[in-house]
Structures are given as C-alpha cells and as structure tokens.
C-alpha cells in the first residue's frame, strides 16, 4: 500500500517551565498554565484560535487536561488526555500532527506537565497486572533481581550486555553524564546545572552496574506546551513563517516480538526505536548523518549508548567508540542532548517530550545562541516509553535553510515575550495572558489563583 500524502504540520509556538525538584511546592495546574500561556505567547494566537487541546501526564486523576485547558477558556473544543509512559509528550504531539495532517483541525494546542513523588518511578495499581510485568518477568528469567530501582536495573543490564557484545567499558556511559551535565549549564530550564568530572560520575554512588547515581534522571515537576498548525493557517500569517518549524518526518512505534528475545538491549524498546528512526527519516527524506542536533530519551547513560546505535549515528556495536572521539558533543559529528538531556534537565513524564520539541524550534530558528550548533538544517527527537512506545520525529525549518544565529535582543523584539526564552526562563505579566486567553468563553472560577501563584514564582 502506498503510504498516504499528509498535509504539512508546523511547530508555530512552544513554552516551558523551568524544571524542578518534585517537592511539591507548585502544582500541576500551574505548570500546565505556564506553558501554554508561553506557547500561545511564542505563536502569536489566542485560545480562540485553538480547536483541538491535548494534555499529556501519566500521575494524576481523569480530566486533569480539562483541569489546565479551562485556564484559558472553556470553547468547548475536544480535550484529550493522553498517558503513554516516559513517551507522552512526544505521543501528544504525534496525536496532534494527526489531526493537522488530516485536515480534522488547523490549530492544535499539546500542553505536558507532571507533578511527581520524590524517589525512583513507582506502580501505583498493585491490585492488577502490571503493563510491564511481561517485561519484568523476562528480566528476572535472564539477568535476575537486585534492590535497585527496576527501571535502573532494566536500562542497566542493557548497558551491561553492550559492554559484553561489543567492549564498551563503564567510563563510556560515564562519559555521556559527563557531557549532558556539561551542556545542561546553558539551559536555563535545566533542573541541575552542576558540571562533573568523569572521575566524580564514576566515583559517585553506583545504583546498577554500570550505572551511577550521576548517570541516571532525576523525577522532576515541569510543564512545555506546543502549538502545532496546517499550512492554511500558517499562510494566513506570513510574518511568522521566520518561526515555524515543519514536522518533516516522524513514527511513533510500539514494541516488536524480539522485545522478548531474552537479550536486555532488545528488552528496553531497541527493535521499536530502530523502526521509528528508519520510518520518520524515509518520510522527511533524510539518513542520520544529516543531523546536527538530536534530543535523545537519556533516562539512563546506558540507554542513550544504545540509543546512539539504534538511531543509526554509528555502525552498529560502535557507538561506544563514536562516544570516545567526542561525537556526541560540540566539534563532533552530532550534538545529542545541547538542553542536558533528561539526565541534567530532569524528567517530568508528560512534559518531557514536548520540551524535547521545544529545545530542538529554539535551535532551527537560531534562538538557542547560548548553545548554538553550526549548520544545523535537521533536527531529531527521540522519546521512548518502556511498555512501550517509541516517538521520532524530524523537525526543519519551513524556509528548507540552515538554522541562522539570532542575538537575544532581536529575539525579544521579534516574539510578545518581550525576552528570548531559549536562554532565559522568565515569566509574564497580567495583560500578556489577557491577550492569548479566550476573549468572551472564560470564567473566573477556573483560573482560581493560578496566575497569583505563577507571578510569586517570577
């Protein structure tokens, strides 16, 4: 069957929060408002303007989407909830894309955000099946059960069986932290901005061979929001095209039967990424050395060493040597992670993903100045979530050129933000969020002191 045509979908708009310690201080309301306030902001609309709302989070009660949405009004357009594990964020925008490609909507609003517990990830329905106790079961048969986290013992045995099949050694995933804590200090929405030597990542505390405690995500609060448009509604506003950034490939993949092959690496999604990368890049008509940017789901340094192979960056088993000549980093040959990455940046469920998206418009539009990537023309997203779901997606900008690199001060002329916010994470006043929510469809009762608590943050 031919594959069939869809209708360009454009990245006009994204915001997020700055990323936080889940200490429960700011809840998820707030988050959720924040980002989608900035979003709207960065794209120039109104609520009025959006027809179809997402809301993406794995912790929380039904409707918490409806919850954020009537913030900014109640139009009463369809609001979908979505949970599909650590991949949400990315599957909203997935499930938005859909919508633009079809014609079903012209204006999508993707709003993640996720309010955690302190500590490692935790099943919260023990009186059922768990959607991973396949995969658990499959652990234990071939590599056992220790104390440690079990996601932190799943992603590490993979790292372990890279290490047996091709040689890498534990100061190569010491050496990913490394360079996503070294590039998380430009990020001003990074949770952790700490640079570490190799010997204080391997010397930290160690939590499942041959992962350490600096080589593993935090849990984090946060919010991001996208607004994702058609062509029609971008033509009717060519004074934003400079902004938009084209969808131009993206899969989002679930799990093959070698998920259960009894090897650890295929255990943690490898087969369904690799198909994903291979899908989104036929379709965006691109091959993985034309990549100068890459957000990858770093959960683990062990994953995004296996991830370097499955996304095709080098040969197959050497992606432990394409870390050793500093690939991975400014002066390589692809800059994975410049925002630090989930280990650095923390790893709020929903949000993730969207924030992923909006790191990788930050630096095709050359807003990202602080953190620049030369000659960047593509960009890939990876997001992955183990039961699973795996999202890759190809980002360029609508002009087809080279991402250009724009001085903050421009910047802040250019957006209603008045600042840039690829590399300052600011809040915004009264009259900016009058502007961008609904002008008659609102109601007081819903916002509560939402903005009272967001100022107090700024």
Not at 153 to 165: C, D, L, P, T, V
């Amino acid at each position: 069957m031919a594959p069939r045509q869809k209708k360009p979908c454009y990245v006009l708009g994204v915001g997020m929060t700055k990323f936080i310690k889940p200490r429960g201080k700011v809840d998820y309301t707030e988050l959720g408002f924040e980002a989608g306030v900035k979003a709207m902001l960065d794209a120039q609309i109104s609520y009025d303007d959006v027809e179809q709302g997402i809301a993406c989070y794995c912790y929380g009660d039904s409707t918490c989407g409806q919850r954020v949405f009537y913030q900014f009004g109640m139009t009463q357009i369809p609001i979908y909830n979505v949970n599909n594990n650590c991949s949400t964020g990315s599957t909203g925008l997935a499930m938005g894309r859909n919508f633009i490609s079809s014609g079903a909507a012209d204006c999508v609003l993707v709003v993640g955000f996720e309010k955690m517990q302190a500590g490692s990830l935790q099943s919260h329905f023990n009186d059922r099946e768990n959607p991973l106790g396949t995969t658990y079961k499959m652990m234990a048969t071939t590599r056992g059960v220790t104390k440690a986290p079990g996601a932190a013992q799943m992603f590490g045995n993979a790292g372990r069986e890279y290490m047996e099949k091709y040689g890498a050694k534990p100061e190569d995933f010491a050496e990913i932290a490394r360079i996503n804590h070294a590039h998380s200090v430009n990020n001003p929405y990074s949770q952790f901005q700490d640079v570490y030597t190799l010997d204080q990542i391997m010397q930290s505390p160690k939590v499942h061979e041959p992962l350490t405690k600096l080589q593993c995500c935090p849990t984090s609060d946060g919010g991001a929001a996208a607004v994702l448009v058609s062509q029609e509604f971008l033509d009717a506003r060519p004074h934003l095209k400079d902004q938009a950034i084209l969808i131009a490939g993206q899969c989002l993949a679930t799990d093959a039967p070698s998920l259960f092959s009894k090897s650890a690496i295929d255990l943690m999604g490898w087969d369904m990424t690799q198909h994903a990368a291979r899908v989104a890049m036929k379709e965006a008509g691109v091959k993985p050395s034309d990549f100068a940017v890459c957000e990858l789901h770093d959960c683990f340094s062990a994953n995004e060493m296996i991830l370097i192979d499955a996304l095709g960056f080098s040969e197959p088993g050497k992606a432990h040597e394409f870390v050793r000549a500093g690939d991975i980093t400014y002066g390589g040959k692809v800059v994975v992670n410049p925002s630090g990455g989930l280990i650095s940046k923390g790893h709020p469920l929903g949000a993730t993903g969207i924030a992923q998206c909006a790191e990788l418009v930050w630096h095709l539009r050359g807003w990202a100045n602080n953190r620049n990537v030369s000659h960047t023309k593509y960009a890939l997203q990876h997001n992955l979530g183990l039961g699973g779901a795996a999202v890759v997606t190809v980002y360029k900008r609508a002009d087809g050129k080279e991402a250009p690199v724009i001085d903050s001060a421009t910047v802040g002329k250019l957006n209603k933000l008045g600042y840039n916010p690829a590399v300052e994470a600011k809040g915004f006043t009264a009259e900016q969020v009058k502007a961008v929510r609904s002008r008659e469809k609102v109601n007081e009762w819903a916002l509560q002191d939402t903005m009272t608590k967001v100022e107090a943050r700024f």
